[in-house]
Nanobody, 127 residues
């Protein structure tokens, strides 16, 4: 079981950048798949990127490839999502999620597989 706290959201103009942070605590000794999801009003929660805490393997949704980068600082138990070239369609509540074990290509973006969720941080991109 891990606890997750997101920060770093805000408002930015299109083309701008933001970096989100997800601090995790609790069972940090086990390897986890940590992922960023986002949910816009009236839409389903969608996977944005994931990282495996013991190997740094990453996956990205096609909509953010080349613009977003997920990374981790194990010393700080923090996962980051660097977002650049932001678009209005990136506007959403962004959530950090964790599940013990690997990130798999066929399931990392499936929200129900994650046991632990943060409270979310809002990102708003204006045109």
């Amino acid at each position: 079981q891990v606890q997750l706290v997101e920060s770093g959201g805000g408002s930015v103009q299109a083309g701008g950048s933001l970096t989100l942070s997800c601090a995790f605590s609790g069972d940090t000794y086990s390897d986890h798949c940590l992922a960023w999801f986002r949910q816009a009003p009236g839409k389903d929660r969608e996977g944005v990127a994931s990282i495996y805490t013991s190997g740094a393997g990453t996956y990205y949704d096609d909509s953010v490839k080349g613009r977003f980068t997920i990374s981790q600082d194990n010393a700080k138990n923090t996962v980051y999502l660097q977002m650049s070239s932001l678009k209005p369609e990136d506007t959403a509540m962004y959530y950090c999620a964790a599940v013990e074990g690997y990130c798999y290509l066929w399931s990392w973006s499936t929200a129900p597989m994650y046991r632990n969720w943060g409270q979310g941080t809002q990102v708003t991109v204006s045109s």
